[in-house]
């Protein structure tokens, strides 16, 4: 029942907003943010007690197709569902700088986008996981185009939709297939991760080849990644937090739910490419950061960089980088959230994000540049940093796979600090100069939601072992489940 | 069949084909939207006559009540019907049907 | 006792929070108390975990919290108390508080007063972290944390784009180090399902589960990570580079710190690399190569920090020559001795630079023997410690390093005794060069020219002491068992590191210490009549006559070689990712892709023209056709 309060919350309240809206739209948003975090973190602390029944929730919908509404949080989709509540409220309350038109429903369409993926983080049912995740594809779609910037956003916008609903059909068909294969017919996950693992190896390799297709697009993986830098550039702040911080997690935490346990074999025999592209991505990537001049177009590349680790990671099949990609994508949600909205930050004052015309803004806001500068340090993985602990985890991970694949992906490392440090030098460091001398101070906001973002950002650096406690039993029976 | 013994219900079939063929020819031979509209009100009143003779052959009522939505449907459908006729004649100055051929794609 | 070790990086880490978030309103000497009482907190219990270790105590290790746990592989964060991790603790608080204390002399006028102290702290914790940690996994925790810091302190004045540079370099080439320790890592995590001392070296010596290849390679991926921060070739340039911070900064990264993290990473894993005779030749070799070359740059420098940068590397290359001849023990020793006469000269040259008002060029000193009378003294004691002339403490741990490279390589044995003979030329060269002759400055440098005040000059006369003092510790063994005197060093860490036995005779071994004394004085005699009995000979230096004397100059083009064959190719081709391949390349290819389902719609857009007639015909037709297939 509380997994159903979790999705029903964001649901129902996107729906008040709709209704009461107008005035009271952001109070309520935020208010429905603070609930959600109350309500996950109870969830958790169930969950750590072994309190499990409260948490599963089934009940039949489309019966003689074997779907149901099946919804369970575990230890695996228990830290999706913390990141989901721990964005909410900031992703909100990083929009109180700005008004909007139509605020009712701009938040209504943001709650309802959270409901959906948080469905989908929940699912206990493949049809249900499927369902929710494309749902979430139809309110980002008109937060861009009816709030973004930039003339280009409906062709944008509409290459983003059609890329990642193309991507969605091979997993629909892998789905199908696999589906076509339990009986009685049924999409529940265990029945699923059964079917799927007395496939033939082949038809492993396959089915794993549609779903990863799928998900390639959605974190987006090197060679599938060109519709976000576009994307992400077009979206408001706030949508941009939205597809960096939650929704391209749906594909991450989709590869351990879906790929891992129902397709094992396939896997390790025809999974190979995966890997490769993956890390891949993270070099090209990098570099592509490398090259750019405007900031958010930076941290774009930057989280494709990231997430292609966290893809590498968690394909190689073991508990160490299944943790650390769990924990990963906790901490790269926050630091998305921190860096978009430091973006947003600069963008207000000055009205453009070329990093070469800006620097000095450490001499007239040191405050500022102390709070991006830890930022920093988490998004190049600084042991005590939330960034470090998955990071070093994945790579840990990654080399029982392949030493090889580990020193590219290692690459990380180095060109992650060349471009993150670059930023910094380019934006904040260097004489006060005309480009930022009009740099005003941060507002209480800004102050506010900076320090939040900082303090988890360490706080998860050094004590990561609570949250990575959920998770740890739940990795375990993963694994014991695939051999 | 008892008022007219010699109708038999292949008459009444054969009106109806007769008035549903004039009403599908009309539809394709004409260009004005008015007698296209027309025409599709005969076809839809040609299923009306066989709905009622089934009806009245098998001794059911059911077939008359189809009839009745039948007829409801055409009043509201004429209404709304002629309604856009009469802007497109305002906008376009015609309803010939080679004319009006925008909406496509 | 050792529990207390948990208590020590909590200080400066306490220091650092409490000056950042609370020293607003403070003065500056509140602050500069504050910054070093926390160091020398750390000191003292420092100590006090150190009589611990004093006879013979079993490694202890003291669990603080979880930190990232997994089903099958736990980090914990905890500190080992052994003798290797408490002889660092001593001069890495010892010698940190000192550089407090002459810290707050010397940045007094400073506006970033507060902020440098606090970075200090910061550094000092992470430093402590580095070598307390109780695993690799927390070793790279203080290892980052120094590289981090590194960048804050070296760009501290940071309105200056050079100095950002510097320090930018500092962390991205540590950070390809840092890469090393991380492939390292994986590699012993992957054969040995660990990565604490305790299990790989301790109780379970589960290191013994590398072989061959993956050996060799484990402990040079090690290695690499040493590489990166102490400044070992290829991965050297940064370092003179990190000159551009504050004076304290580079005696602290320098001297106590920092780049003394490697030798401790290679000394810790030293049953790693004593097993691996590859990865102990790479070092061996990396090490003596980056000695000549560090000696023989610092030749031509003249920048008085420059000199002492280079002379930094050299040192440290003697110190992984020692390491890569398996005398782990020394190498420490060397360390420390070098912690003491290195910080000693960097503080000097701070306290020169200081009264020469920001000036750092030594041909436009000379004379300031009188007006500085305690940094000359102080810095002249440094110079002999670091030359190797008995008995100050440079002397004992670069002749047995020398003694160890007799025993164990011939060509290592020669190298080792020219670099030693270049050290003592170059540093002669810049005492000349700084405090002898006359002055050869402005007249209004000549008028300003004063003594530091009391709290920097004293933590100088202490690090003298020490210099003078310091290499007792390890007295050669021979020599010292004839007289009686032990080497309390290798009996202190004959348990933690592998041991080099030397066989050697007290005659052999005496002929190698009065060797090394005279090759020490003859380069200073030769020293001593270039630049001291023609006064102004320095000035020759400004005119570049031979090319060799221009490559050394020019540091060996190594910097111009990596922007050309390193930074500037990944630059263009980062170019080319962005300006070829992902327009034109893949996202064209996505056009293309896209482009299939239109080009397939327009075929059959034909058939919707917009004639209701058609459209009537072709229902009509399809009527019939299923009607037809129906009867």
Known sequence: MLTIALIAVPLLMSGLIFVLGQKLARQLALLAGILQLALTVF?????????????????????????????????????????????????????????????????????????????????????????????????????????????????VTMKFFVYTMFGSLFMLASLLYVYAHTSPK??????????????????????????????????????????????????????????????????????????LPMVPDGLAEYGNWALVISVIGIVYASLLAMAQKQFKLLIAYSSVAHVGLISAGILSTNAEAIQGGLFEMLSHGILAIGLFFVYDIIETRLGHDQMDKMGGIRAVNPTFAFLYFIIVMGSVALPFTSGFVGEFLLLLGLSQYSLWLTIFGGLTVVLGAVYMLRSFQMMMLGPENTNTSGFTALTRQEKILLSIVVILVVGLGIFPHPIMDLSNKAVETLLANIR | MELLPNVTMNHYLLVSVILFVIGVAGILFRRNAIIMFMCVELMLNAVNITLVAFSKVWGQSDAQVFVFFIMVVAAAEVAVGLAILMMLYRNMHTTSTDVLDKLKW | MEKLVSLIPVFPLVGFLYIIFLGKGLSKNTIGAIGSGAIFLAFITSILVFTTQLHGANPTIVKVIDWITTPKFDIDISFIVDPLSTIYLLFITGVGFLIHVYSI????????????????????????????????????????????????????????????????????????????????????????????????????????????????????????????????????????????????????????????????????????????????????????????????????????????????????????????????????????THAFFKALLFLGSGSVIHAMGGEQDIRRMGGLKSHLPITHITFLIGTIAISGIPPLAGFFSKDQIIAVAFEENMIMFVLASVVSALTAFYMFRLYFLTFRGSFRGTHEQEHHLHESPKVMTIPLIVLAVLSIFGGFMGFPHAVGHAMHVPHWLDHFLENTVEMEVLDMSVGTESILMILATVIALISMYIAYTKYMKNGELALEDDEITSSTHQTLASKYYIDELYEKIIRRPVDAIAQFARNVVEPKIIDELVKQVSLIPSGLGSVAKAAQNGKLVMYVLAMIAGLIILLSTLI
């Open chain 1, 43 to 155: 969830a958790a602390i169930q969950l750590k007690y072994g309190n499990t029944s409260i948490l599963t929730f089934q009940q039949n919908w489309i019966g003689p197709l074997g779907i149901q509404y099946h919804f369970s949080l575990d230890g695996l989709s228990i830290i999706l569902a913390l990141l989901t509540a721990i964005s909410a409220p900031l992703i909100v309350y990083s929009t109180f700088n700005r008004t909007f038109k139509s605020p009712h429903v701009f938040y209504g369409l943001i709650w309802l986008m959270i409901g959906s993926m948080m469905g989908a983080f929940a699912a206990g049912d493949a049809f249900i996981f499927y369902l929710f995740y494309e749902i979430a594809l139809i309110p980002i779609y008109f937060l861009i185009l009816i709030w973004g910037s930039g003339d280009d956003r409906p062709k």
């Open chain 1, 186 to 259: 049924t999409f529940g996950f265990e029945a699923m991760y059964q079917a799927g693992q007395s496939l033939s190896v082949l038809e492993q390799g396959l089915v794993f080849a549609g779903i990863f297709i799928a998900f390639a697009v959605k974190m987006p993986v090197f060679p599938f990644h060109t519709w976000q830098p576009s994307t992400y550039k077009a979206a408001p702040t706030a949508g941009t937090m939205l597809l960096a911080a939650i929704m391209l997690k749906m594909a991450t935490f989709g590869l351990i739910r879906l790929v």
């Open chain 3, 105 to 336: 002399g010397y940045m007094h006028e400073d506006e970033g007063f507060n902020r440098f102290i606090a970075y200090l702290n910061l550094f000092v914790f992470f430093m402590l972290i580095l070598v307390l940690g109780d695993s690799y996994a927390m070793m790279f925790v203080g290892w980052e944390g120094v590289g981090v810091c590194s960048f804050m302190l070296i760009g501290f004045w940071y309105k200056d784009m050079a100095n950002n540079d510097a320090a930018k370099k500092a962390f991205i080439i540590n950070r390809i180090g840092d890469l090393g320790l991380i492939l390292g890592m994986c590699m012993i995590f992957f054969h040995t399902g660990t990565l604490r001392y305790d299990d790989l070296f301790i109780s379970e010596s589960a290191a013994s589960g590398l072989h061959g290849w993956d050996l060799h390679l484990a402990a040079i991926f090690l290695f690499i990570g040493a590489m990166g921060k102490s400044a070992q070739i290829p991965l050297h340039t940064w370092l003179p580079d990190a000159m551009a911070g504050p004076t304290p900064v580079s005696a602290l990264i320098h001297a106590a710190t920092m780049v003394t993290a490697g030798i401790y990473m290679v000394a810790r894993s030293s049953a790693i690399f004593s097993a691996s005779d590859v990865a102990s030749d790479v070092v061996m070799w990396a090490g003596i190569l980056t000695a000549i070359l560090g000696a023989t740059i610092a030749l031509t420098q003249n920048d008085i920090k420059k000199v002492l940068a280079y002379s930094t590397v050299s040192q440290l290359g003697l110190m992984f020559t020692a390491l890569g001849m398996g005398a782990y023990s020394i190498a420490v020793f060397h360390v420390i």
